[in-house]
């Protein structure tokens, strides 16, 4: 029977081995822990950069949106500029025979011994001065307007006084009177309003509104 002997240091090359099992261990985990370090950023980064893309893309979109709003606005008061004109343009329209309105019914209207000076109009309102012969034509005129006429309305008396200057071809005593009164719609601004709220426009032959029914 053979009894082996090892006289070599078995103890410290268990010991070497167990350190560089130890070194290799660590280096390993530091390898490893570098990885995961280093894929954790690359995920960060790229959400960062996908992030900071759509951030971008927003921006862009909200200056594209600027522009647009800023071109709707031009739009809008270009809009605004041309209605506006043709509303001025209407109104020019539908007013144009509104001196001759006036004419022809202070013609009619205006009783024997009633003399007009004056006429001056502003907007619908109409001022109107001239001499008189007595009160009582002052108060017929008054009523003419009120009653018989088509396109004058809602008369008043300003003032009446006995009158310091008079016509050359005059000999009596005169009175001197003011008076306003305001001027109905004309046919064809009536018209024109009935197309703006969609009323039917008027047929041919229909008398205007607001006047008076022809007698037969």
Do not use: C
Not at 4 to 20: C, D, F, G, S, V
Not at 115 to 120: D, G, P, V
């Amino acid at each position: 029977m053979r009894i082996r002997i090892n006289l070599l240091p078995h103890r410290e090359a268990r010991r070497e081995r167990q350190k560089k099992t130890f070194y290799a261990l660590t280096l390993v985990s530091f390898v490893a822990g570098i990885a995961l370090v280093g894929l954790v950023w690359s995920v960060l980064q790229g959400y960062i950069s996908g992030q900071l893309e759509r951030n971008q893309y927003i921006e862009n979109e909200n200056r594209k949106l600027d522009v647009q709003i800023k071109e709707i606005a031009t739009l809008r008061q270009e809009i605004e500029a041309l209605r506006a004109r043709q509303r001025a343009v209407e109104d020019l329209q539908a007013d144009r025979n509104q001196p001759v309105y006036l004419m022809d019914e202070l013609t009619k209207q205006t009783p024997e011994g009633i003399y007009l000076r004056a006429i001056k109009q502003e907007d619908r309102k109409v001022n109107v001065t001239g001499w008189a012969a007595s009160n009582e034509r002052v108060s017929e005129f008054l009523r003419n307007l009120q009653n018989n006429s088509r396109y004058l309305e809602r008369p008043e008396l300003v003032e009446i006084k006995i009158a310091g200057q008079t016509p050359q071809n005059v000999q009596r005593r005169l009175f001197e009177f003011s008076l306003n009164f305001f001027l109905r719609p004309t046919p064809e601004r009536a018209q024109l309003q009935q197309a703006a709220r969609g009323a039917p426009a008027q047929r041919p032959g229909q008398p205007a509104p607001g006047a008076a029914p022809k007698k037969q």
